[in-house]
C-alpha cells in the first residue's frame, strides 16, 4: 500500500512539474538573451573627450588651429584615465577617420556625429575653452558638457574660469579646471553609473494600420489577447524588467519608459534600441501578427498591419 502511495505521489509531482515547465514555455514570453541581467557581466562604459565647434565649423581643423583647446581635451582626458575610466582617443580616432574615404568632405556636417557614433563612445565630454586679456589680466573660462552618445541627453555641465596676471595658458586651463574637476567627474559618475545599472531608457509605441482588422483587444489563435501578448514581452525583455505601460487607446499602445541595456547581456557587444525592435517584430510575426517598426533616437515606433 505504502509503494502504491509513493508511485501515485511521485506520478503527481511529475505531472505537476510538466505542467509548470508548460507554463513557462508556452504561456509566457521568453526572454531574450541580449537583455538578460544576468548573463555576463557589463561591460564598463567608454568616454569620449572632444572639442567643443560651432556650426559648419569642420571638427577636423578645431585642434590645429587652437592650442588652448587641445590642451583642455587632453587635460580632461587625462583626470577621465587617473581616476579610472575607459576612454577612446579622439585624436587618434580622428586620424582614422580623416583616412577612412567613407568620411568625405561632403559630409563635413555630420563628420562630428559619425565620428562618434564610429567610436564606440558610450558618452562624450564636450570641451570649451575661451581665453580673453586685457589690462586687467587674462580670463580664462572652460566649460565642459557630457552627453550620452546614442541619445544626445546632456548629464553633466559645469563652467570654471580664472583671472591672473599671466599668459601661462596651460596653467590658466588648469586652474579654471581645479575649479570644477572634482564636482563635473563625481556627477558623470552618478549619471553613467545609473545607466550601466538600470539600462538606457527609451520609448516604445506600438500602432494600429488603418488597415488592419485586429485591436489590442483582439483575442488570438493562441487565446491571449494581443495587449495582453505585448505587455507581456515588454515586461519580460525590459532590461531587469524596468518598464511602464503609460496607456492604451482605440490604435495606440504607449510605454513612455522601456529600459535596455548598453552591452547585449550575452556577447557583450553594444546593444541598442534597433536590436530591440527586431526581437519585438520576430516575436509578433511568430504570433502570426505582421508589424513593421521606425526608429527615431531613442523612441520605437512597431506599426501593426
Request: net charge negative; with cysteine; glycine share 4%.
Amino acid at each position: 500500500m505504502q509503494v502504491l502511495k509513493k508511485y501515485i505521489n511521485n506520478r503527481f509531482l511529475f505531472v505537476f512539474v510538466l505542467l509548470l515547465c508548460s507554463k513557462n514555455n508556452f504561456g509566457q514570453a521568453s526572454q531574450i538573451a541580449g537583455t538578460q541581467s544576468a548573463e555576463s557581466t557589463r561591460a564598463a562604459a567608454k568616454i569620449m573627450v572632444v572639442p567643443y565647434t560651432k556650426q559648419n565649423e569642420d571638427v577636423r581643423t578645431v585642434l590645429d588651429e587652437n592650442p588652448h583647446i587641445r590642451t583642455a581635451v587632453s587635460m580632461v582626458k587625462e583626470a577621465f584615465d587617473q581616476r579610472g575610466w575607459s576612454t577612446v582617443d579622439f585624436v587618434a580616432n580622428l586620424r582614422a577617420a580623416q583616412a577612412n574615404a567613407a568620411f568625405t568632405s561632403d559630409r563635413q556636417s555630420t563628420f562630428k556625429s559619425d565620428l562618434l557614433t564610429s567610436s564606440g563612445a558610450d558618452f562624450y565630454v564636450q570641451v570649451d575653452v575661451q581665453i580673453t586679456s586685457d589690462e586687467t589680466g587674462t580670463n580664462t573660462v572652460l566649460n565642459l558638457t557630457a552627453f550620452e552618445t546614442h541619445t544626445g541627453a546632456s548629464f553633466s555641465n559645469k563652467t570654471g574660469s580664472c583671472k591672473f596676471m599671466s599668459t601661462d595658458y596651460e596653467k590658466l586651463i588648469s586652474k579654471s579646471f581645479e575649479g570644477i574637476q572634482e564636482e563635473f567627474l563625481n556627477t558623470l559618475m552618478v549619471k553613467t553609473d545609473e545607466i550601466r545599472e538600470i539600462g538606457r531608457a527609451c520609448v516604445v509605441e506600438f500602432n494600429l494600420d488603418e488597415n488592419t482588422g485586429t485591436d489590442f483587444d483582439s483575442e488570438l489563435a493562441s487565446g491571449e489577447y494581443l495587449n495582453e501578448l505585448i505587455e507581456d514581452w515588454i515586461s519580460t525583455n525590459a532590461y531587469k524588467g524596468r518598464a511602464n505601460l503609460s496607456g492604451i487607446l482605440e490604435n495606440k499602445m504607449l510605454f513612455d519608459e522601456v529600459r535596455i541595456p548598453l552591452y547585449d547581456q550575452e556577447t557583450n557587444k553594444p546593444y541598442n534600441i534597433n536590436r530591440f525592435a527586431s526581437e519585438a517584430i520576430k516575436y509578433l510575426r511568430s504570433k502570426g501578427i505582421q508589424a513593421t517598426r521606425n526608429i527615431h533616437g531613442q523612441k520605437m515606433y512597431v506599426t501593426i498591419k
